[in-house]
């Protein structure tokens, strides 16, 4: 996963410096994705635009807006953890959207997770693998959060805000 952060940070170079810095303790991990690595792991999550609005949920511990997503099982990659992340939270099959040529994540954020002492877990960061995904499909979700589709000019959080630039961008390319 180290080479995929490398990779990302040669499209991106503008995020470069600040990523390669807070991620650079995997770069000798084979496992990035247990949720008891420490000081973090990898996550993935979806972003879904149509009709110039986002899906986002609801954290239900959290209590802010958020891209659905979340750890990455056993086997997955981040693409295909992200994928079923957002089927079980939202009920949506996605794809990749046609918009990304490569596999590689459409945008990665690194933030702190604060400590749950309700599942026992200390605080601890999560480098998200978000990727842009295509929605095909609405069905039941089997883990529901609070979903809305919110219009892009609503999107003011800083990363949701980055994927707003970003998927414009892509629109115009």
């Known amino acids: 996963m180290w080479q995929v952060i490398q990779a990302y940070c040669a499209m991106f ?5 600040k990523l390669l810095s807070q991620t650079q303790f995997l770069e000798s991990i084979d496992d990035p994705f247990p ?6 792991h990898i996550t993935g999550s979806g972003i ?3 009709e110039q609005k986002m ?12 891209q659905p997503g979340g750890h990455i099982d056993s086997g997955e ?7 079923r992340e957002v089927l079980e939270e939202t009920g949506w099959q996605t ?16 933030h702190v997770i604060p400590a749950n002492p309700i599942k026992n877990e200390a605080e601890h960061l999560h480098i998200d693998f978000a990727y842009l995904l295509e929605p095909i499909h609405h069905g039941q979700a089997s883990d ?3 979903v809305a589709w919110v219009e892009l000019a ?3 959080a800083p990363r949701l805000a980055r994927c707003v630039e970003k998927y414009k961008h892509l629109k115009r390319a």
């Open 13 to 17: 170079p503008q995020e470069a410096s």
């Open 144 to 146: 529901p959060e609070t």
């Open 35 to 40: 949720r008891v690595l420490l000081p973090g």
């Open 55 to 66: 899906l986002l949920i609801q954290h239900r511990y959290l209590k802010e807006w958020f």
């Open 48 to 50: 879904l635009i149509r």
């Open 154 to 156: 609503q999107c003011t």
């Open 95 to 110: 794809i990749l959207s046609p918009l990304c040529t490569n596999n590689l994540p459409f945008d990665i954020d690194v």
């Open 77 to 83: 990659s981040p693409l295909s953890g992200a994928i």
